[in-house]
């Protein structure tokens, strides 16, 4: 006797750990919770699901070229973007679905609408929002009102996506993902935060190398080593990028001053110029060690043309993977 459970009668249950849910005739596993704001948010075993559907959905576009037709995924942007909203826009397409893009001139939240009004407004016209703002508490809010899915395009804080995006690159570079060790160089911001959740989560130690003052945020650290310790990981922080990169087997840069901190440019690269990912700091890594930018790249900042142009290099396919992972954000959010 089939064990499979007709859509409608998913559609009905409670979201949370442990129930799983179709497709059509596909079973899809653990569906999540209603938003993804923050990687500290998902499971293990939710992260691993997400991976093994990516992995369908790079196989075998055309078999899920109908999952969510009919459905439409807002994406409420207040910061500009290149990968994050043509990710977004191509994956519901190929998906069956539509999006539309609002840009801060036509949704400012707060300040012509409040956040709870739009929340609740979309709601009635949308199946999902992808949120791209400034301050994580607006993502928060926006959920709180919200009675469809929100996803985290990039706040202040976190950046979910771009994080499963490249430890899935990892994953299908090096075929595993427990006790490796991925350095992180520069900046201890948003993507490191997610960064640092998501290899605790995944059993790999990250390695953090920031100048003193640009650590990652003390309570993402304190979280995220608490879960590391479960999964026999390490995490460690140096205010020298040489210790960091020693014997890694991923290295990971951003830039050194994200949106919002303009005015700050002058003194960062000031204070990061020791912290340049080169060729002399990539001797210190594994061989064959591989390279991960989230981009946009400042060339010859906090990174050398030689080294991401290098065979080492996987920045590109880490970005169209942002595509693939996001399909399977979608299919489990959206999909119900």
Known sequence: MSNEIPITQCLNWKLGFGNSFVIGTWRLGIVMNKDLLTIKDLTTKEIEELFSLTDKLKKNKAKFNKALAGKTLALVFQKPSNRTRVSFEVGMFQLGGSSLYLSPGEISLGVRESIADV??????????????????????????????????????????????????????????????????????????????????????????????????????????????????????????????????????????TSMGQEDEAKKRIEVFEDFQVNMNLIKLAKRGVLIMHCLPAHRGQEITDEVIESRNSVVFDEAENRMHVQKAVLIKLLGR
């Open 119 to 256: 929340a609740r407004t979309l709601s009635r016209f949308v199946d999902g929002i992808v949120l791209r703002t400034f301050e994580h508490k607006n993502c928060e809010e926006l959920a709180k009102f919200a009675a469809i899915p929100v996803i985290n395009g990039l706040t202040d804080f976190s950046h979910p996506c771009q994080a499963l995006a490249d430890l899935y690159t990892v994953k299908e570079k090096l075929k595993f993902l427990k006790g490796i060790t991925l350095a992180y160089v520069g900046d201890g911001n948003n993507v490191c935060n997610s960064l640092l959740f998501v290899c605790a989560k995944l059993g790999v130690n990250m390695n953090v190398g920031s100048p003193k003052g640009y650590e990652p945020d003390a309570s993402v650290l304190r979280d995220s080593r608490a879960v590391a310790e479960t999964m026999r990981a390490a995490i460690n922080v140096f205010n020298d990028p040489f210790s960091a990169v020693k014997n890694a087997d991923v290295i990971y840069t951003d830039v050194w």
